[in-house]
Structures are given as structure tokens and as C-alpha cells.
């Protein structure tokens, strides 16, 4: 079941992000295995503005988070737990933020992700996302710097895309 998050699903959701990042390992972004989790912090406002769903089958497995920014839905984080991953828990929250993007006034979603694993643009890309350049006129300031703020944190900009698609 996907559900909105509730203030007592904050402190399990590092651990699933955590457990999803082990997915990481021995790829080009193993780097995430060892990385900090999402801040209580981006959770608490990500619960406040009602941009934080949880996949709960018995418990917290999976969530997405995102954030209004002048129109646009913009995920930060989808982690699932290598316990439920493959059973299309990514995809029911990822419809759950595509449902939702028009209730917080968002016409599209937005993401950067790496463009080369299996799991992270094609899988985006299935949903309707599509790749866009961040010299793109479409795209706003604020999400066309994404980029250079994802370099300047040591992430290869050559693998890295931001994707699109309305809501």
C-alpha cells in the first residue's frame, strides 16, 4: 500500500535508504553505499508539504520524496529495501507522486538520476520520463543548475541526466 507519510515512518526511512543504496555496490556509483542518507530535516519538510510517500507492506519498504517548486514535482529520493525490491514497489510510488504532482499544484515532475543503470533512467524512462538537456530553455533556473551543484558534489556529470514528464 502506498500511503501519504505519517511522523512516525521518519526514523525507519534512512535505514531503507540505506539498504537500497547496497544496490549501488560494485557499479560506477558505489560511492552511494557509503553516502549519507536524506537529512530528518528534507523528510520533515518533505511530510509538511505532503510530498513524502511511503510504500508500507507491514512496515515502512520504500519511499519517494519530492518537493513543489514553481510547478514542477521534483523527486529527490525513491529508495525500496533490497527486501522488496523487484515486486514494483518503485513503480507504485513513483504513480503515487505522478497522482499526486496536481494536489500541490506541480503540471510536471522533475528528477536527475544516472543515465546508465538499468534501475535508474531506463527505469524512469518506462514511466514516461524523458532526458533533457540543462542548457534546455523549458527547463527553470533552479533545475538546470542541478547539474553543476551534482558536479561540484563529485558525481560524473557524463552519467548523470535530469528527466521530465508532466503529471
Known amino acids: 500500500m502506498i500511503r501519504h507519510a505519517l511522523p512516525a515512518d521518519l526514523p525507519l526511512l534512512p535505514a531503507i535508504e540505506a539498504s537500497a543504496a547496497t544496490l549501488f555496490a560494485g557499479t560506477a556509483m558505489a560511492h552511494v553505499v557509503d553516502s549519507a542518507t536524506t537529512s530528518i530535516?528534507?523528510?520533515?519538510?518533505?511530510?509538511?508539504?505532503?510530498?513524502?510517500?511511503?510504500?508500507?507492506?507491514?512496515?515502512?519498504?520504500?519511499?519517494?520524496?519530492?518537493?513543489?517548486?514553481?510547478?514542477?514535482?521534483?523527486?529527490?529520493?525513491?529508495?525500496?529495501?533490497?527486501?522488496?525490491?523487484?515486486?514494483?514497489?518503485?513503480?507504485?510510488?513513483?504513480?503515487?507522486?505522478?497522482?499526486?504532482?496536481?494536489a500541490l499544484a506541480c503540471e510536471r515532475l522533475s528528477l536527475t538520476t544516472d543515465r546508465l543503470l538499468a534501475w535508474n533512467a531506463p527505469f524512469y524512462a518506462r514511466h514516461g520520463f524523458v532526458e533533457m538537456a540543462a542548457n534546455d530553455p523549458a527547463l527553470p533556473d533552479w533545475l538546470a543548475a542541478m547539474a553543476q551543484r551534482e558536479a561540484d558534489s563529485g558525481l560524473d556529470l557524463a552519467r548523470r541526466c535530469i528527466m521530465v514528464r508532466s503529471a
Open 41 to 102: 530535516d528534507a523528510l520533515e519538510r518533505g511530510l509538511a508539504q505532503g510530498s513524502l510517500w511511503v510504500a508500507d507492506d507491514g512496515g515502512p519498504c520504500g519511499f519517494l520524496l519530492a518537493t513543489a517548486e514553481q510547478g514542477w514535482l521534483h523527486i529527490f529520493e525513491l529508495s525500496v529495501a533490497r527486501a522488496a525490491q523487484g515486486r514494483g514497489v518503485g513503480a507504485a510510488l513513483l504513480a503515487a507522486a505522478i497522482a499526486g504532482a496536481p
